[in-house]
Structure formats: structure tokens, C-alpha cells
């Protein structure tokens, strides 16, 4: 029987280095190409114990117990204001997770909205104190924290300040949050106390400790839930549609629990319910590889085992809508996951008003953002879907602007307008909101109205 990868999420204020952290490890850019700096969806990559070991190197020593994880699968998560969805998502899926928080900067509004989605799943976590290569005086240098950390290396001053930011920033927020918390070279017991790990993302110094605690904590995990063991049909979400050459439409997703097979039938949500689909094709991402910014090409295997990425290569994909709840399921079983999908589907529609705009986004994730982000500023959503735009969608909208000329908008995100729609849109004088960034698209969509109502 195999083991389950214990699934790893990196939580976190908006720009305290999560991305930029698995980067490091990965030896990655995703960071520095996400449209405006940050993160919009949830990410995933497998680090296998081989690479955990390698980094580590003689540090495992200080976890007096042996690995005998699988490696890990580190799901990212956005952390601007607007994704609190899909923070809650990667929450939920994790077993274990690390919280990023900007040594210099402190607890912020989501740090403090992480740390309550992990109090409430109970999920044990670690603290990344990163940008410590910002403290004034600090000599920051790749490689393990505990050798860098003394008299001989930084200057007293240096040594004071990380003291002071280590405990006004990060240990005392976490005290008026209800948790006992050091720097993990002092802690004596992992189980009462929150380990608090100092690095950077820039310079690497730190990430051999933050990789060694986190395995440890990983182990411990496995250890106490006997239930790691794999079995069952394989659970998970989708990350996103994609035009694969070759293979036509594949889904990108997480497995979080059960074995796929190839032969096997996909149930996933689509617009009209769900979509069943016989699967051709599972392929793996190379170890290291974020799933969203492969910089290899995906392997074909015969079975997958959670937790772990997969491309899905099957008839039908078209619209398969990104974000929604997936099984793999044998034929004799796809009722059984078809009530699943069904029931988890509804629980997550997004609800609308009488009359307003249309809204659309590329996944279920950000959909919910921009729904919550133009609900704050009193925008009125008669429509909200995920996909492209059609001449439909337009002529619809057309009859929304007869209500009220301030419904004739569309607010999009990431998704393609279709040729035809572009007319139809021309034609009607349909006002179009289309961005990859979803502050920037409210920030728009404010302006004109207040354009508007003058
Ligand atoms: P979101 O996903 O948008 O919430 O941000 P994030 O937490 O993933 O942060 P990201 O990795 O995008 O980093 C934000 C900015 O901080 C970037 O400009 C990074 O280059 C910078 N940064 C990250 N880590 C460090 C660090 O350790 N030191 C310094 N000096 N800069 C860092
Ligand atoms: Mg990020
Ligand atoms: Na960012």
C-alpha cells in the first residue's frame, strides 16, 4: 500500500515572500513573471524527500527521527486581500503548513486571517520569518540559519534588531493570538510550542532549516494519522482548463486523497452539471515544477497517488469549469461521484442579485474574488460565470442595460472575449472591463461609475 505525500500549504500576507520562497527551494522564477507581483491562483509542486535530504544535509541530524515521507506537495496561495476563497481552499487541503510573515513588516490583515483558517482546520504550522536580509546590519548568505547565526558572523547591533523584530513582529502577535511561539533552536517540545523559522528568499539563508522543520513536522504528521495510507478513488480539484498541443483541452489539478487510474472516468463540474469523461491520459509534472509554470514537460503514467499534481488528458473537456471538485472513479462508481460533485458544486455557487453587471473569470477561485472585491464597493451582479465571452453573454447583458444603463458592464478576468462578442459589444455600447489583475479591474470599474453618476 503506499503512502499519502503529506500536502504542505504556504500561506500569508500579501508580498511577504511565499512565492518567492518556494522559488528558492525549487530553484524557480514563478515570482518575478506573476502579473502585478502577485499571486492570482493556487499553485502546486511536488519536492521529493531525495532533493528535502539533499538541501538539509547534516541539519536532519536535530530531528532525531528518521524520514520516511514520500517528499512533499507545497500548494501556494495568493495572499492579496481579495483571494480569501482560495486561501481558505489551500487551507483546508493542507495536512501541515507554513505561515510566511515579513520579519520587518509584521502581522498584517492576512497573516492574521491565516493563522484563524488554520486554528479553525487544526493545522499544525510553521513560521517563516523571511527577508531577514533585511535587518539593518545583517550579513545574510545562503545556507543553513544555525550557521550563520552567532557573534562571529553578525554584528552585535545586527544580532539585536532580528531579536527585537523576531519578538515585537512575529513571537508577540502570535502570544495575543493565543499561541506559544520561539525561534525553533529554543524550542524544547514542537507540540506546544509554534517553531519560528528566520530566512530569506533572497539569499537563501534559512531554507535548509525552514525544509528540515518542516519534514519533521511532516513526519510527525504521518506518524499520528495512520490514515496516510492511500486507498480509495482519487479526490481533488481543478486548477485550470489548458490547450495542451497534441492532447486538445487537459485539466491541471490537485489529487488531495485516493489513487487515479488511466482507463478510469473523470466526474467534474461543468455549466450544465457535471461533465463525464473516460480518461486517456494522467501526466505528471516533473518533481520541482510549479504546476502552472512547467519548465518540463509532463511524464504519462499509469496511476497517480495523492497527494500530488496530474495533468488529465480526456474527450470532452471543453467546460470543465476551473476550480470545481473532481473524482476518479471506475465505471460502476461515477453515479455515486456525480451526487458528490453535484452537492459540493452548490455549495459553492456564487449568488447574485436581481439585477446588476455580468461578471466573468478563468477559475471558480477568482470568480469568487472579484465577486467579493466589487460586492465591498456596492456593485450589483445579476451574472457571475466562469469561461470566455460569447455573443450570448453580450446580447444578455444588452437586456440587463435596459433596467439600468449602469448594468450595460461586463467585468472580466483573465478570460478570452470572443470575436463575435467584441461586435455584439461594439454594437450594443456595452462597457468592458477586461484585466489580469483584480484590484486594478475594481479600481476601473469604480472609476467609471463615479464617471458615470456625474
Ligand atoms: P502574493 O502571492 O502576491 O501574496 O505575494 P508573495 O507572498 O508570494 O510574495 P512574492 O514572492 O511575490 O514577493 C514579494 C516581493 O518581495 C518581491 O518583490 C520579492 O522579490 C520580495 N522578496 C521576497 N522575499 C524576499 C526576501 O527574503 N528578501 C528581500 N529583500 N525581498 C524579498
Ligand atoms: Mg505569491
Ligand atoms: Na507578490
Known sequence: MALRCPIVSVLGHV??????????????????????????????????????????????????????????LVIDTPGHEAFTSLRKRGGALADIAILVVDINEGFKPQTIEAV???????????????KIDLIPGWNSKEGPFVLNFNEKNQHPNALTEFEIRLYENVIKPL???GFNADLFTRVEDITKTVCIIPVSAKTGEGVPDLLMMIAGLAQ???????????????????????????????IDAIIYDG??????????????????????????????????????KFKPVKEVVAAAGVKIAAPNLENVIAGSPLRIVPEDKIELAKEEIM????????????????????????????????????????????????????????????????????????????????????????KLFEGNIIYKLVEDYEEWLKAELE
Open 220 to 250: 510527525r504528521f504521518l506518524e499520528q494519522n495512520l490514515n496516510l495510507n492511500v486507498e480509495g478513488h482519487a479526490k481533488g480539484t481543478v486548477l485550470e482548463v489548458k490547450e495542451e498541443r497534441g492532447l486538445g483541452k487537459t
Open 116 to 130: 484563524n483558517i488554520l486554528r479553525q482546520c487544526k493545522t499544525p504550522f510553521v513560521v517563516a520569518a523571511n
Open 15 to 72: 508580498d511577504h515572500g511565499k512565492t518567492s520562497l518556494l522559488d528558492k527551494i525549487r530553484k524557480t522564477r514563478v515570482a518575478s513573471r506573476e502579473a502585478g507581483g502577485i499571486t492570482q491562483h493556487i499553485g502546486a509542486s511536488e519536492i521529493p524527500i531525495d532533493v528535502i535530504k539533499k538541501v538539509c544535509g547534516n541539519l536532519l541530524q536535530m530531528l532525531k527521527a528518521d524520514l520516511t515521507i514520500p517528499g512533499l
Open 259 to 296: 489513487i487515479a487510474r488511466k482507463g478510469e472516468y473523470l466526474v467534474v463540474g461543468g455549466p450544465d452539471g457535471v461533465v463525464i469523461s473516460k480518461i486517456k491520459a494522467l501526466l505528471k509534472p516533473k518533481p520541482l515544477d510549479e504546476m502552472r509554470n512547467p519548465r518540463d
Open 343 to 430: 452537492k459540493e458544486i452548490e455549495e459553492s455557487t456564487i449568488e447574485t442579485d436581481d439585477e446588476g453587471i455580468l461578471i466573468k473569470a478563468d477559475t471558480l477561485g477568482s470568480l469568487e474574488a472579484l465577486a467579493n472585491e466589487l460586492r465591498k464597493i456596492g456593485v450589483k451582479i445579476k451574472k457571475a460565470e466562469v469561461g470566455e465571452i460569447s455573443k450570448k453573454d453580450v446580447i444578455e447583458v444588452a437586456s440587463f442595460k435596459q433596467v439600468n444603463p449602469l448594468y450595460g458592464a461586463i467585468v472580466t478576468f483573465n478570460t478570452k472575449i470572443l470575436p463575435d462578442a467584441k461586435r455584439e459589444i461594439e454594437k450594443y455600447g456595452i
Open 175 to 177: 502570544n495575543d493570538m
